[in-house]
């Protein structure tokens, strides 16, 4: 009853022949599935959500027409500033030369 | 005073139309967080299919997805104290028999169009063809090889190597180029 | 110093701190270099292919980058920066997911009790 291992590879050559997939009786590893692995770089690149369009983006946009826009954060920032600096608080100016160590 | 029909038909259970055959052509699975909106939208839909002469079927309530999350209230040293989320999402299915292909789009377009917040949509489309699909699909090679014609140019490297002598050089190079200049 | 710069251009639309936009850059650096270190993957599997081959694409997968490695890719909150204990279906750290869930701001999350 039992049927001879060279007739059941005939039948699997054949198959794969007529289904166009690989013939590998000896189960020899070629690393063909690497190559059937998706790529997945796109997906993991898109983790982070990207930067679309900044308020400053805006602003440069609409210049030309001569249309404004109030960037709040932008402003309440310059104001503390200016406040700061009215106090005589502000950040120092920056020296144009390197500082000197040796004088105390 | 009685309300015009097509006003009433709104207070009333969406019409259906009859499927003579019953062969399924469209699988229509809508998924949201909220019943309200999913079952107002799946009324949406029959009515739709039906001004649009499609037999639909449904909605029928698939099981519901729940995932839970349970995260510590606080730092590690009160891990005594969790808690617990959970997010179901409902499911309603809603099939199209005996449709025609392009109806079906037809369908499929105005609900997407007048999509709903809050809902998912996701559709299986069955087409039939008639006999000899693989003559037909031999057919189209032709007008597809042709339009590819060009774009075989891109693929592989352009320039021949022009003589045994040169296979050896031509690997080396790629192997450079492969390994990003190392 | 790396061999990867980080973009010109300032990309991240989320909280950011070193540690997420080193993490996004290895990213970019996997998704740019995936083609290539599957190439030599396959070429190192494929037995029936000479030693000398093998042993060579062996060599140039690991000397390439290794901000190029997807091992080198971690997870991390987008509303803290934090590596730890992150959420994969919201991409947040548990503390934030918590904040976030309990705001309402994450559809459909309800506090559970059954």
């Known amino acids: 009853m039992s049927v001879p291992r060279a007739r059941m590879l005939e039948l699997v050559k054949a198959q794969c022949q007529l289904f166009s997939t690989t013939f590998n009786p000896e189960g020899v590893r070629t690393g063909n599935k690497i190559l059937r692995q998706r790529l997945k770089g796109p997906a993991l690149a898109a983790y982070y959500p990207r930067k679309i369009i900044t308020i400053r983006d805006f602003q440069k946009e609409f210049a030309p027409l001569d249309l404004m826009i109030d960037d709040e954060v932008e402003d309440d920032r310059l104001e503390h500033i200016a406040a700061l600096k009215a106090r005589g608080k502000g950040a120092p100016k920056k020296k144009n030369s390197a500082p000197d160590f040796k004088k105390k | ?182 | 110093m790396s061999l990867f710069q980080r973009a010109k251009k300032f990309d991240l639309g989320c909280f950011a701190n070193i540690k997420t936009i080193r993490d996004h850059t290895k990213r970019k650096a996997f998704e740019a270099a995936e083609p290539e270190r599957q190439a030599l993957r396959y070429i190192i599997r494929n037995t029936t292919l000479p030693a000398r081959t093998r042993a060579i694409a062996q060599l140039q997968l690991t000397q390439m980058h290794c901000y190029t490695r997807p091992t080198q890719i971690k997870n991390r909150c987008i509303l803290g920066g934090k590596g730890k204990g992150i959420l994969r279906d919201f991409k947040m750290s548990r503390y934030n997911f918590r904040l976030q869930a309990l705001e309402g701001n994450l559809p459909g999350v309800k506090k559970a009790s059954w």
């Open chain 2, 1 to 182: 005073m009685r309300m015009p029909r097509a006003l009433e038909l709104l207070y009333l259970k969406p019409l259906r139309r009859e499927a003579e055959f019953g062969v399924p052509s469209c699988d229509l699975q809508m998924r949201s967080y909220s019943v309200r909106n999913l079952e107002f939208f799946c009324d949406f839909a029959l009515r739709a299919a039906y001004y649009l002469g499609l037999p639909a079927f449904g909605p029928v309530p698939l099981p519901r997805i729940t995932e839970r999350w349970t995260v510590p209230k606080s730092t590690f040293i009160y891990k005594k104290s969790q808690e617990n989320f959970e997010r179901v999402t409902m499911r309603r299915l809603i099939q199209i028999r005996d449709g025609h292909p392009e109806t079906v789009q037809v369908w499929l377009a105005f609900l997407q169009k007048h999509a709903y917040y809050g809902i998912g949509m996701k559709a299986n489309v069955w087409e039939f063809s008639g006999l000899e699909v693989g003559k037909a699909m031999d057919e189209n090679v032709k007008e597809v090889s042709e339009l590819l014609e060009d774009k075989w140019a891109h693929l592989g490297h352009k320039r021949s190597l022009e003589g045994i002598e040169n296979v050896d050089e031509f690997l080396v190079s790629e192997r450079v180029k492969v390994s990003g200049g190392r």
